[in-house]
């Protein structure tokens, strides 16, 4: 059977140069990077090479670059090291209300242990609207933290309008950039953003490796105590394999952002096309055009995007889907609520996102599964209807 992977948003496969970059690592230069001896000495050398390439990709210092376990530690290191350190001048924290799970859940935690968050909404198109953060703003906040780009929909925020607005208050601004490092042209020293998260398994690299951008003069307090390796900011053995292969990606992304970019572009814009006019009634979701190159999230209101989904799947196509229906209920995204989505049109929704390995004919051969998939639940959904009887499509 003919696979085609349609999910970058969620992962991407390992580029075989990031593997064989990472092999060494694996087998014979094992050294621990804080030993004194040569193969210890190797080890951090790599280490510090690969610091060097993930700082060229946002435009950073080296130094400003320390590596996490991944894209949720980064944005937990972010906001749970913020409130920590400047606990003393305030406890009001402002986010969004479409933020991933790993900001969205530290800001719940930190709010049941004494700090105030602010969880700003976003219009149909799921944009932060600056004005608002703007009017939220209080003597009491100590840091804002708007995603650069959403991982559902593919919306890409205001964040340089939103970061000066932050900034020139002297208050610290955190941007969750996991979707959008090694897809958009990132450079932190034209951005007005402090702390910056980004995970190398989004883009060809492994997974369990990231980064947290802090910019110099920030001071944030650990959330991991030991041996003070990452200047004492992040404890811990590094993942050097994994930041090597991290290095890898950064540096073949950072080749390949403006070409790659417009060709995705291309490929995706040709399957929404072609799934738009085959469909009808179906809506597409996220900014029609401040959005991620690769990503397509679509609405069929009245088939269950789950359904697509494992239909699809049954083809060898890999998508995701906007909500998950169990057996009693369906759990709708945050996401899409937050965007204003009826409960019907969440649960029709499928986000096809394309990487850089997808050829055209593979866009066409899912295009056309698409299509027939949802012909053929409508029929289904129509008969169902017509005896009376409400199942999940
Ligand atoms: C994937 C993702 C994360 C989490 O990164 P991990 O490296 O998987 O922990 C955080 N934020 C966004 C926007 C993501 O897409």
Redesign the pocket.
């Known amino acids: 059977m003919k696979t085609v992977y349609l999910d970058h ?1 969620a992962t991407t496969p390992l580029h075989p140069d990031v593997l064989k970059a990472m092999l060494p690592f694996l087998r014979d230069s094992f050294g621990n990077p804080s030993s004194i001896h040569a193969p210890g000495r190797k080890a951090k050398e790599a280490i510090e090479e690969a610091r060097g390439r993930v700082a060229a990709l946002i435009g950073a210092n080296a130094s400003e670059i320390v590596f996490t376990s ?4 980064a ?1 937990n290191l972010a906001i749970q090291g913020i409130a920590r350190a400047r606990k003393d001048c305030g406890n009001h924290i402002i986010t969004s209300s479409i933020e ?1 799970h ?1 900001v969205l859940k530290t800001c719940q935690y930190l709010e049941r242990n004494g700090f105030t968050v602010t969880c700003l909404p976003v219009d149909h198109h799921g944009i932060v609207n600056p004005e608002d953060v703007k009017k939220a703003l209080t003597d009491k906040t100590i840091l804002v933290s708007v ?1 650069h780009a959403n ?1 559902e929909v593919g919306t890409i925020e205001p964040i340089d309008e939103i970061g000066r607005i932050v900034t020139e208050r002297g208050i610290t601004f955190h941007t ?1 950039a ?2 959008s490092a090694g897809k958009l042209p990132l450079n932190v020293k034209e951005m007005s953003v402090d702390l910056l ?1 980004i ?1 190398a ?2 883009f060809y690299g492994p997974k369990g490796i ?1 980064a947290l951008y802090i910019r110099e003069g920030i001071r944030i307090d650990p959330i991991l105590y030991g041996g003070e390796q990452e200047k004492g900011v992040r404890s811990g053995t590094e993942n050097v394999a994994s930041i090597v292969g991290f290095g890898t990606a950064c540096e073949l992304a950072n080749k390949a952002v403006p070409v790659l970019g417009d060709k995705i572009r291309k490929l995706r814009d040709s399957l929404q096309e072609r799934i738009s006019t085959a469909v009808p009634g179906l809506t597409i979701n996220g900014h029609p055009v401040s959005r991620l190159p690769n990503c397509l999230s679509v609405s069929i209101p009245g088939i269950m995007g789950e359904t697509i989904l494992r239909d699809l799947d049954a083809r060898g196509i890999a998508v995701s889907s906007g909500s998950a229906c169990t057996s009693h209920s369906v759990e709708i995204s945050h996401v899409l609520s937050a965007m204003g989505l009826t409960k019907e049109t969440a649960q029709g929704t499928v986000r096809m996102s394309l990487g850089i390995m997808n050829t055209p004919d593979e866009i066409e051969y899912a295009a056309a599964s698409f299509v027939e998939v949802v012909e053929k639940l409508k029929t289904l959904s129509e008969i169902e209807n017509s005896l009376g009887s409400r199942r999940c499509y």
């Open positions: 948003c991944g894209g949720t530690e944005n991933h790993a995603m991982n969750d996991v979707q998260s995970s398994h989004k990231g």
